[in-house]
């Protein structure tokens, strides 16, 4: 017997396979739920199976086992439809969060009220929380999520993130400690507890993390740019430089790495390599209104006072709102000696919030 030809459209399958090979994340989920409903599966057909050898039973106790056993398969059904449900959350998701939250939260809703001891979609819908900026809601459902399932390290993972992004640096370090006992490694949880040292001042055991979470995985660029910014808090510029290298290495399209490394190089006193990071950063990503800031600081130092305000007129054009900005160019007119533009953007600085130009100007008599 002939049987008839598939077409399968492979493009939209090596794609969807690249984009899970590209976010592992991703892959994490999937591989999660196949296990899920594997297991479901497999209850439903042993209930099927008990439901059978009801025949050679009692009529009595037939009619009771039959009871348990529907209320089993109930339950079991309602765990794959929730799991479906919690399936269809994947394709919403991208680069580590859900492109649409809302909807997210409402299939999640919707598997958790099938299914009340669901620890993953407890898990899941605390990232989309998460995802829309509410915080406390997200970590009442990590909560939930490891009252359901306490060895599961990728949650406690999820809430430091959470508490660190509240500023609960404490909470967030506990968190990632957790993480690393059940999952040693964890790269992710080395890595942000490194950067949650280095947010409480503690530089020593941030390197000490990024060492870990480097050696775990050595292509992890953000993790050799973060090591490098706690280099440079610590004031050694070619250890930090040295980091931003490797970063760049390894993505060539990193744009902090590249800004990051500008500012070493301006701290060191070099300014021509700084402004030729600092060009790199805004050839990848010309909207940063900060790196034209720092450029033009860059500019300012060498005595390129046109170039300076020229870059600062690009920040106050991406934001109008930009204190730092108006302050920064009021400080090149007033050393091209055009006193009232320097007033004008002093003025305009201290109006932001930033009056440390005007009231120096003011002291010395230059403006009113």
């Not at 090596?14 to 594997?38: A, C, F, I, P, T």
């Not at 909470?171 to 947010?199: C, M, T």
Request: net charge positive; glycine share 6%; with cysteine.
């Amino acid at each position: 017997m002939t049987k008839a030809r598939v077409e399968v459209d492979t493009s939209i399958l090596d794609g969807r396979v690249k984009e899970l090979l590209q976010d592992r994340s991703l892959l994490d989920k999937y591989n999660d739920n196949q296990k899920r409903e594997k297991k479901l599966l497999a209850r439903i057909k042993e209930l099927e199976r008990e439901n059978q050898k009801l025949k050679s039973l009692p009529q009595k106790e037939q009619k009771q086992r039959r009871e348990i056993i529907k209320n089993q398969f109930k339950i079991a059904t309602q765990g794959l439809t929730a799991s479906e449900l919690n399936r269809k959350t994947n394709a919403l998701w991208k680069e580590g969060k859900y492109t649409n939250p809302d909807r997210a939260i409402a299939y999640l809703s919707e598997a958790i009220r099938l299914d009340s001891r669901y620890a993953e979609a407890y898990n899941n819908r605390g990232i989309a929380w998460s995802d829309k900026g509410n915080y406390d809601r997200a970590i009442s459902d990590y909560d939930k999520a490891i009252e359901l399932d306490p060895r599961d390290a990728e949650v406690y993972y999820n809430r430091g993130i959470t508490w660190k992004v509240k500023g609960n640096y404490d909470q967030a370090i506990w968190d990632y400690d957790k993480a690393i006992e059940l999952n040693p490694r964890h790269v992710d949880a080395y890595y942000n507890r490194g950067i949650a040292w280095s947010d409480k001042g503690n530089y020593d055991r941030a390197i000490s993390d990024y060492n870990k979470a480097i050696k775990l995985n050595p292509r992890y660029a953000f993790v050799y740019n973060n090591r490098g910014n706690t280099w440079h808090r610590k004031g050694n510029y070619d250890q930090a430089i040295s980091d931003y290298d490797k970063a760049i290495e390894l993505n060539p399209r990193h744009v902090d790495a590249y800004y990051n490394r500008g500012v070493a190089w301006s701290d060191k006193g070099n300014y021509d390599r700084a402004i030729s990071d600092y060009d790199k950063a805004i050839e990848l990503n010309p909207r940063h209104a900060f790196v034209y800031n720092t450029r033009g600081i860059a500019w300012y130092r060498k005595g390129y006072y046109d170039q300076a305000i020229s870059d600062y007129d690009k920040v106050i054009e991406l934001n109008p709102k930009y204190a730092d900005a108006y302050n920064n160019r009021g400080i090149a007119w007033f050393f091209k000696g055009s006193y009232d533009r320097s007033c004008h953007d002093f003025q305009k600085a201290c109006e932001l919030g930033k009056c440390k130009g005007l009231n120096w100007a003011m002291k010395k008599g230059y403006c009113k």
